[in-house]
């Protein structure tokens, strides 16, 4: 992937606070996520050969890009990096942790006088879980400083039932618990401290900054000065553990973070994603203010538009002003969610800090991002322009590209897949990739293939079409970049509850990956589909990269614009990409089921459980009979037949191939 980023130029603009960054490679991945208490200085390590080690030597010549997210703390910064690394996994990433490295706080609410318990996951009980936090040593130092302030118990008695039966321990000695085992505490007055406790948990610590406050004026008035310090150290405490983090809340909700900056008629929209409780990425998004038009509609635009197709619509929507129009936006939302959604202005708390954050992070790419986002349009928005300029077709926004990919798999079954990409304004949209898999072809034939992808596609797009009962369908954008007409459509069917695919939206223009035969079987679908949309065909040289484009009967000529041939190559590379990697998952599970078919008495249900506990035939094969027989759904004489078909020497050699 070719890249316009200006190393020299974003370095200048690095800001000197805590944050974190993050490598991209060749394909826009993630390579490294880390963390700095000032980013300045760290990124600059990078490209400074200051950072001598091995992992680093090794990932560098792969960077194409970076990025940062500005944090307020060094704390922030290592939640967020937790959370990053987590979510992506990064190749140059060591020590990836699974769930159960990200320890919870637990409250045993179920319980008549609870305790604090430090749990590896949530479980499925009545306790309140607090987390999931980065270290297990900060998870005790928490716990620790809880029950110096709250005298929580520690012990696993069983309360009420085993009161009076033991002596107390050695924490009611040193007034780190009231104990409850001896019945010098009631349960309504221990309850009480319970609730500070989930209070401070859920970050509300003023009200026990201002009792310690109190209660060392009063010490040092007493002249009590060794408990006055320790009332001093426990603030000091409190502090330190209310600052971890804005980074993990502790409901354990989905929602989305809409932060946006304003300036000189620029916009940019920054979307901070926070699943389970974690933050785990974030977008932004350019915008266009049109004249007339003022940050409310700004905002109603954005959300439209951004949220018509993205796959997943979270219960809570943060957003940073009112748009004047939340009924109706929370209606469609809550149509594309299922459920209940709700937009919400935060007035204080962490859901307020978060969108200071987003903010502050949507300003900072407002200001240093000028100069990129001149370059990025040019290559996106601009070869697009300059395609519709080449082809006679002004105001493109919308296209789309097919592949086919036809490979033989296991056994000589054949199998053939189509793919179909989508780029607006030049860049990709893939939450409205799709992929087909081709029902009536016996043999390579990829005419025969492209007819069936193309009139599956269009068919479907027809149907939900139908479905609108006759609300505009107009497809120009608008000059302020708002939302197209039928954009418009889906938004009016969609808030009553109707659910549409992005097959409803028709492109501007249909790319094909090939030349005159190619367009001539896509034009030939639409004919009979009665549907007027431009095709072209993208010509290929001997090397299989694009050349130049066919359209109309006739051959154009990319020399010279060199933007709009790097936009075809990249869709064309991404068709080809999309095709390639459906065809090789396909081919992957058939080869496991076909193994996994050949053993008696596994059908479906059985080889599924084994493939959703094992993930791999090697796992499966070195399992042993007992192991085996501990599976939901399997039994002694299932599991005693899949142990021996792995361990019999004519069933091996064949898994070991397959596999």
Request: net charge neutral.
């Amino acid at each position: 992937m070719e890249t316009l980023f200006d190393f020299e130029s974003e370095l200048k603009k690095l800001p000197k606070s805590p944050g974190v960054y993050l490598m991209h490679g060749e394909q826009d991945e993630i390579l490294y996520v880390g963390k700095a208490i000032n980013l300045y200085n760290r990124v600059h390590q990078y490209f400074r050969d200051r950072d001598g080690r091995a992992k680093i030597r090794r990932m560098m010549p792969h960077v194409t890009r970076f990025e940062y997210i500005v944090t307020d703390s060094e704390v922030e910064a290592l939640i967020l990096e937790c959370n990053l690394i987590k979510e992506h996994h990064p190749k140059y990433n060591t020590m990836l942790m699974d769930d159960k490295a990200y320890p919870y706080i637990k409250v045993t609410v179920q319980e008549e006088f609870p305790r604090l318990v430090l749990a590896r996951k949530r479980g499925r009980d009545k306790a309140r879980y607090f987390g999931p936090y980065t270290s297990v040593g900060a998870v005790r130092e928490i716990m620790e400083l809880l029950r110096r302030l709250y005298f929580i118990r520690s012990c696993n008695r069983s309360l009420p039932r085993d009161i009076g039966k033991e002596r107390p321990c050695l924490n009611y000695h040193i007034e780190r618990c009231k104990a409850p085992c001896q019945g010098y505490i009631s349960k309504e007055e221990y309850g009480r401290y319970v609730e500070q406790v989930i209070d401070f948990l859920n970050g509300n610590t003023k009200t026990i900054l201002r009792q310690l406050q109190e209660n060392m004026e009063q010490a040092a008035r007493d002249m009590e000065y060794e408990r006055a310090g320790e009332y001093k150290k426990l603030m000091e405490d409190v502090r330190a553990v209310s600052q971890k983090q804005k980074m993990t809340q502790n409901d354990q909700e989905d929602r989305d973070i809409v932060a946006v900056a304003l300036e000189d008629g620029e916009a940019v929209a920054q979307v901070f994603f926070v699943r389970d409780g974690r933050l785990i990425g974030r977008e932004h998004f350019y915008l266009r203010l049109a004249e007339g038009d003022g940050k409310e509609a700004l905002l109603q635009m954005f959300l439209a538009q951004f949220y018509a197709g993205t796959p997943y619509v979270p219960r809570e929507i943060i957003i940073p002003w009112e748009t004047g129009e939340e009924e109706l936006l929370n209606r469609w939302l809550t149509g594309r969610r299922g459920s209940r959604v709700t937009l919400r202005v935060p007035k204080a708390g962490k859901k307020e800090k978060l969108m200071e954050l987003a903010a502050e992070n949507a300003a900072l790419i407002l200001k240093q991002d000028r100069e990129r986002l001149k370059r990025e349009k040019e290559r996106t928005e601009g070869a697009v322009a300059q395609l519709g300029r080449l082809l006679g077709l002004p105001g493109i926004s919308r296209m789309e590209a097919y592949d086919i990919s036809n490979i033989s798999g296991v056994q000589s079954v054949f199998a053939c897949v189509g793919s179909m990409v989508v780029y607006e304004q030049g860049r990709p949209r893939r939450n409205d990739y799709r992929k087909f898999r081709l029902r009536t072809l016996e043999g390579p034939d990829d005419y025969g293939a492209m007819e069936e992808v193309l009139t599956r596609r269009f068919e479907h797009g027809e149907r939900e079409r139908r479905q609108l009962d006759g609300t505009s369908r107009d497809r120009t954008y608008g000059e302020s970049g708002g939302l197209s007409g039928q954009d418009t459509a889906s938004l009016v069917a969609e808030s009553s509850g109707l659910q549409y695919s992005s097959f409803v939206r028709y492109p501007d223009l249909i790319l094909m990956d090939g030349g005159k035969g190619q367009v001539n079987v896509a034009e030939e679908v639409l004919r009979q589909l009665g549907l007027s949309i431009p095709v072209a065909g993208m010509v290929k040289d001997d090397h299989h990269r694009t050349r130049g484009l066919y359209y109309h009967g006739k051959e154009y000529d990319l020399a010279g614009m060199d933007y709009c041939f790097q936009l075809l190559t990249r869709i064309q590379d991404e068709a080809h990409r999309f095709a390639i990697t459906y065809h090789r998952s396909l081919r992957s599970r058939e080869q496991v089921h076909s193994v996994l078919d050949d053993i008696p008495g596994v059908g479906p249900a059985r080889r599924k459980a084994l493939m959703m506990a094992y993930g791999s035939l090697e796992d499966i094969r070195n399992a042993s009979e007992e192991e085996l027989a501990s599976l939901s759904g399997m039994n002694r004489r299932s599991a005693r037949q899949v142990y021996e078909f792995f361990h019999d020497s004519r069933n091996k050699e064949q898994g070991e191939k397959t596999h």
